[in-house]
């Protein structure tokens, strides 16, 4: 069965860091783009990072830059988001995405998708 698997998420407070890790079954996630999308209550969903196959180009939207790191272990066919320094607006179900290449990923057209992990950030 194809599929793409969350983990990670939970309740920290404001300042703490998660590490979200996304990890791949059925399927060889290093073929693949990999973003992390995020969608909180009453909004829409918006890109946070994405990486590309070979890990060589990387993307974050500028509400995370210099907090969050993608990365991936190809090896373990895993992406992961290291989420540092939370903040509230932070809080959202964190999902991950597959793309064939790192354009089609840009464009929004995804091939897999995970069920969601919620990061909720509150004291």
């Known amino acids: 069965q194809v599929q793409l698997v969350e983990s990670g998420g939970g309740l920290v407070q404001p300042g703490g860091s998660l590490r979200l890790s996304c990890a791949a079954s059925?399927?060889?996630?290093?073929?693949?783009?990999i973003g992390w999308f995020r969608q909180a209550p009453g909004k829409e969903r918006e890109g946070v990072s994405y990486?590309?196959?070979?890990?060589?180009?990387?993307y974050y939207a500028d509400s995370v830059k210099g907090r969050f790191t993608i990365s991936r272990d190809n090896a373990k066919n895993t992406v992961y988001l290291q989420m540092n320094s939370l903040k509230p607006e932070d809080t959202a179900v964190y999902s991950c995405?597959?793309?064939?290449?790192?354009?089609?990923?840009?464009?929004?057209?995804?091939?897999?998708w995970g069920q969601g992990t919620q990061v909720t950030v509150s004291s």
């Open positions: 990486i590309s196959s070979n890990g060589v180009r990387t």
């Open positions: 059925g399927f060889t996630l290093d073929n693949y783009a």
């Open positions: 995405a597959a793309s064939e290449n790192y354009a089609r990923l840009w464009r929004g057209a995804i091939d897999y």
